[in-house]
């Protein structure tokens, strides 16, 4: 069992910057790879970025490629996600989650979530 919390998220303006920070307990951490996923008011989760459980290979969606950046440190059992260059399409609730899988970009392939943190980026 892993248990994940979210923070970091906050009101911004198009074109500034906020971390997200998803700390982790329960099971070792380094067992599991990490994703970020988001979710707008009346759209599906989707997928934003990934990282495997040795923390050497990243993934991302086109839409985030360039802007974002996620990172682990496992000595802390956390996961950040740095968001540069925001934009107001950007705007959602962001969920990190925990796979078993040595990488994974379909919410079905993940085990456990946090509960989400709201980022909001205005124009």
């Known amino acids: 069992q892993v248990q994940l919390v979210e923070s970091g998220g906050d009101l911004v303006q198009a074109g500034g910057s906020l971390r997200l920070s998803c700390a982790a307990s329960?099971?070792?951490?380094?067992?599991?790879?990490m994703g970020w996923f988001r979710q707008a008011p009346g759209k599906e989760r989707a997928f934003v970025a990934a990282?495997?459980?040795?923390?050497?290979?990243?993934y991302y969606a086109g839409s985030v490629k360039g802007r974002f950046t996620i990172s682990s440190d496992n000595a802390k059992n956390t996961v950040y996600l740095q968001m540069n260059s925001l934009k107001p399409e950007d705007t959602a609730v962001y969920f990190c989650?925990?796979?078993?899988?040595?990488?994974?970009?379909?919410?079905?392939?993940?085990?456990?979530w946090g509960q989400g943190t709201q980022v909001t980026v205005s124009s």
């Open positions: 989650a925990a796979t078993g899988l040595w990488v994974a970009s379909m919410p079905y392939q993940y085990d456990y």
């Open positions: 990282i495997n459980r040795s923390g050497d290979s990243t």
């Open positions: 329960g099971r070792t951490f380094s067992t599991y790879s």
